[in-house]
């Protein structure tokens, strides 16, 4: 199969997926959800002509059937960011086989990640009434604060997880007074970390623009003004994983995300059509490129179609840092990287209308950058 056939044909299967979930219905209902026995998550239950699974009377997913322990294998690269043995060669083959890949020895200090999935767990284990105070609003997309549900419209297929979104950056976006006070270091670490994966995502750009033979800033100036949002998620133990999704897969929409997760696991990759787990490294940051660079660099190296699994018996926690560029910027692909035998792959889009289009349809695998594809 070409990776063009494994996209369609995983595209549709998620399909079916987006099928089935319009028949559901949806009703709210929270559960013990950890250890400590807190209402922790809101959960989704559904009813269509879809089997019950006799034990627990919730209705199954045929297409959520193959545990991650099913697809297992192989495993990302992982880059140290002190090392002198990352070659420019080496670094092209990352970008483009697999679009993801781990860092350490990245300059962030372990004390801050700790910090950072520290004060996201005890702001999603305190009361639902404390969390509730911090809602985001259901109506708008993208909206900042506290949620379980990313998509607005009611026919989306939902994930097992709830949120809080942080908008950080530019300078002008970034309004802690309507983030948690408790911890009441979390506004501080929220801060303070978002500085620091601004650093490092600028650092990570300016490698990828190297690696293409460009001026070192070239893919940053593409961009424009980063826009970053920090969105912690929660996954809680779900009692039939094998049926559900803490987030569906999708690639991410604007140009690099960086991401730390605990060490419970959960985070898959699809690779050749198998999900490859991210096994999580202490200390280590995730490194996700996104849609925006994929186009800037006419497809040459790849954004990373990857989800989340969730599991019956473990809470998990992750934190992801988005940046983007600016709703008005126009983002094509970079005109040195356009020769008579690498025409232009996407359509020149407004970041804008590129996010707009992937709210109003929801994630699905890359089918919104899909959608840029020019037919030559
Ligand atoms: O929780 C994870 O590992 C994945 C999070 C993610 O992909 C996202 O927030 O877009």
Request: proline share 6%; with cysteine; hydrophobic share 35%.
């Amino acid at each position: 199969m070409t990776g063009r056939e494994k996209r369609k044909a995983h595209a549709c299967s998620a399909d079916r997926r987006r099928e089935l979930a319009k028949n559901y219905t949806l009703y709210l209902r929270s559960i013990d959800g950890d250890a400590e026995g807190t209402d922790t998550c809101r959960v989704w239950c559904r009813s269509s002509s879809i089997p019950i699974h006799p034990a627990t009377g919730l209705r199954t997913d045929p297409h959520r059937q193959k545990s991650s322990a099913d697809l297992v294998s192989g495993s990302i690269p992982v880059l140290d960011l002190q090392s002198s043995a990352n070659s420019l060669p080496q670094l092209s083959r990352i970008y483009s086989e697999w679009g993801v890949f781990q860092v350490v020895n990245h300059g962030v200090p372990s004390t801050l990640l700790e910090e950072m999935k520290e004060v996201g767990l005890r702001f999603f284990r305190s009361p639902m009434e404390f969390k509730l105070r911090y809602a985001c609003d259901p109506g708008s997309a993208a909206s900042e604060g506290y949620g379980s549900r990313m998509l607005s419209k009611e026919e989306g297929v939902l994930d097992w997880r709830d949120y809080f979104d942080h908008h950080t950056l530019p300078e002008f976006r970034r309004n802690p007074s309507v983030w948690p006070d408790f911890p009441e270091n979390y506004r501080d670490v929220v801060m303070d970390y978002s500085n620091n994966m601004k650093l490092l995502a600028q650092r990570l750009l300016r490698m990828i623009s190297k690696s293409l033979n460009l001026p070192d800033s070239y893919i940053e100036d593409a961009i424009g003004e980063v826009y970053q949002n920090i969105t912690i998620s929660y996954y809680s133990p779900c009692p039939q994983p094998e049926l559900a999704l803490g987030l569906q897969s999708h690639s991410d929409i604007g140009a690099i995300s960086l991401l730390i997760q605990d060490d419970v696991g959960g985070l898959e990759v699809l690779k050749n059509g198998e999900w490859v787990p991210v096994v999580p490294l202490s200390d280590a940051i995730v490194v996700i490129l996104a849609d925006q660079t994929e186009i800037l660099t006419n497809g040459i190296y790849k954004s990373a179609v990857h989800r989340a699994t969730v599991n019956s018996h473990l809470a998990r926690l992750s934190v992801a840092t988005f940046h983007d560029p600016a709703k008005t910027r126009k983002i094509s692909p970079l005109h040195q990287l356009i020769t008579d035998h690498s025409p232009p792959k996407y359509r020149e889009v407004v970041y804008g209308d590129y996010v707009s289009s992937w709210y109003d349809k929801g994630p699905e695998g890359k089918r919104n950058i899909d959608a840029l594809l020019i037919q030559h």
